[in-house]
């Protein structure tokens, strides 16, 4: 039977792994509440915070489960998969369990959470957030996000329907869209990737994903393509404080 009651409530801030779940809600045409967490005053490392997610970080999300009891969940391709298992019913965004398609997406956005998401966090923290520039840092993981791209490139340059996987955007797409559009904070430039630009776009013009990607506040990082180096290293120096207490503070635990 179509599951139709949510009671969604996402923990979220402006982040590529936070947009993601309110791209995927309003994709899907699901009500939800939303907490902005504010990560520059660690509210993620706060115990009612940690009740939800236990590891301390962006996105959770809570809902009352089929039994009537709340159910919490964190780590954003896991809470994809919930939302797409008990509310995409109509295959809007997935495929069926089961399928070859189904399987795939489970490849691509596995490659998503374990590859392309931390790779480039990693690039990001050596460009943007180090206190001081570790020029092998950044080139160990710009080199990686760029390898990783270029695998992405091959796989859209295959498809005929300009999406990761089979006829339609599915979660993949999603988990891989806000990591891609931010590119340019990474310090890799989409110039040499042409498919991948036309998938920017495409993404985005789907109203779900455009409406979702600007929760809870607007989405700038597209706007970095046309920034100098100067102006973005003048954007980091504003987060270099607080990433560097949130790991002090992680360190000591
Ligand atoms: N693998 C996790 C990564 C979550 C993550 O690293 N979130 C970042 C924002 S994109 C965060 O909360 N950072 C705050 C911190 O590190 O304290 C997921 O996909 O949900």
């Not at 019913?89 to 069926?96: A, G, L, M, N, Q």
């Not at 080139?139 to 859209?156: D, G, H, I, K």
Request: net charge neutral; charged share 25%.
């Amino acid at each position: 039977m179509a599951e139709t009651k949510s009671d969604i409530h996402l923990y979220t801030a402006q982040t590529p792994n936070g947009i993601k779940i309110s791209m995927l809600l309003e994709e899907l045409g699901l009500p939800y509440k939303v907490t902005a967490i504010e990560l520059d005053k660690n509210t993620q490392k706060e115990p009612w915070f940690l009740e939800i997610n236990p590891n301390g970080r962006i996105p959770a999300l809570t809902d009352t489960f089929t039994d009537g009891s709340p159910i919490r969940l964190f780590e954003s391709g896991s809470i994809m998969q919930y939302l797409v298992d008990r509310y995409d019913t109509e295959h809007k965004v997935s495929y069926p369990r089961g399928t070859r398609e189904y399987w795939e997406v489970n490849s691509w956005l596995m490659w998503q959470m374990g590859g392309l998401g931390p790779m480039q966090g990693q690039a990001n923290h050596f460009t943007r957030y180090a206190p001081e520039k570790i020029q092998y840092g950044i080139n160990r993981y710009q080199n990686e996000t760029r390898r990783l791209y270029r695998v992405m490139e091959a796989q859209l340059s295959k498809s005929t329907s300009g999406y990761l996987v089979g006829d339609r955007c599915t979660i993949a797409d999603i988990a891989c869209w806000g990591w891609v559009a931010a590119s340019y904070w990474a310090g890799v430039s989409l110039d040499e990737f042409p498919k991948l630009k036309e998938w920017v776009d495409k993404i985005v013009s789907r109203p779900g994903c455009e409406k979702g990607r600007h929760v809870p506040k607007p989405h700038t990082a597209l706007e970095n393509r046309h920034k100098s180096e100067e102006e973005l290293e003048e954007q980091a120096k504003k987060s270099r404080a607080w990433v560097q207490q949130g790991m002090a503070a992680d360190a000591k635990k």
